[in-house]
């Protein structure tokens, strides 16, 4: 069984398209994240929900935007697509959102978003 | 703020031989540290992590870690390299954002390429 699973897995669509990337966990975590990473493997958090709240909101411009229907699924809607915006996209989950120690965040497969 | 930095983007090895990634950290609390690996076109995968405790820490696959204080750094190290450890290697620091929210830092990563 797939913990951590996003669709699609590859994704082409043109200039000022919307398009959106679905995301479940199976793992009855309660906290859900939305990873970027670029063409040089960069990574770099851009959404966090716990339990259908959004909880970290990075410096992502606005055409982004995640939803949360419940705790088990964080899709990302994306209008006015880009061409900066091709990229890796990577869904993660953990256990909770704070605590004493860090839970282990466990990873989606990607996906490869490319705008022409 | 908290930051990992990976010394050397590209590093190669011959099978065998010992595989040494390097990662330091710049933390102004105790850190919690963290090395994932991504295999090509699949998600990350949590290899190990240090949160407490004892500073040499067993990840799978034969790879360990230590936790040096004084030098910052947490260096994954394998003592003999295997045609299937060729992968993309992040390491990465938890810390909280705002509202309590712990989130990843990511280092930029290192391409390891096993040599036969």
């Known amino acids: 069984d797939t913990a951590v699973s996003q669709t699609p897995k590859y994704l082409v669509t043109q200039m000022g398209n919307d398009k959106s990337i679905k995301c479940e966990q199976n793992?009855?975590?309660?906290?859900m994240y939305w990873y970027k990473q670029d063409s040089k493997k960069f990574l770099k958090i851009m959404f966090s929900?716990?339990?259908?709240?959004?909880?970290i909101n990075e410096t992502v411009p606005n055409r982004f935007s995640p939803k949360s229907p419940d705790k088990a699924h964080l899709n990302l809607h994306i209008n006015s697509l880009e061409l900066g915006d091709s990229a890796v996209y990577f869904c993660?989950?953990?256990?909770?959102?704070?605590?004493?120690?860090?839970?282990?965040?466990?990873f989606g497969p990607g996906t490869r978003l490319t705008v022409l | 703020a908290q930051s990992v930095t990976q010394l050397g983007s590209h590093v190669s090895v011959s099978e065998g031989a010992l595989v040494l990634l390097r990662c330091n950290y710049s933390?102004?609390?105790?850190?919690?540290l963290f090395w994932y690996v991504q295999y090509p076109n699949q998600g990350l995968q949590l290899l190990l992590k240090?949160?407490?405790?004892?500073?040499l820490v067993k990840g799978i696959n034969g790879f360990e870690a230590e936790f040096k204080k004084s030098e910052t750094s947490f260096h994954l190290t394998k003592p003999s390299a295997h045609m299937s450890d060729a992968a993309e290697y992040f390491c990465?620091?938890?810390?909280?954002?705002?509202?309590?929210?712990?989130?990843?830092?990511f280092g930029s990563g290192t391409q390891l390429t096993v040599l036969p």
């Open positions: 993660a989950s953990s256990r909770s959102r704070s605590g004493s120690f860090p839970d282990t965040q466990y």
């Open positions: 933390s102004s609390v105790p850190p919690y």
């Open positions: 240090y949160t407490t405790g004892a500073t």
């Open positions: 990465a620091v938890s810390s909280f954002s705002s509202g309590s929210a712990r989130q990843l830092t």
């Open positions: 793992l009855g975590h309660d906290t």
């Open positions: 929900y716990n339990n259908k709240e959004l909880i």
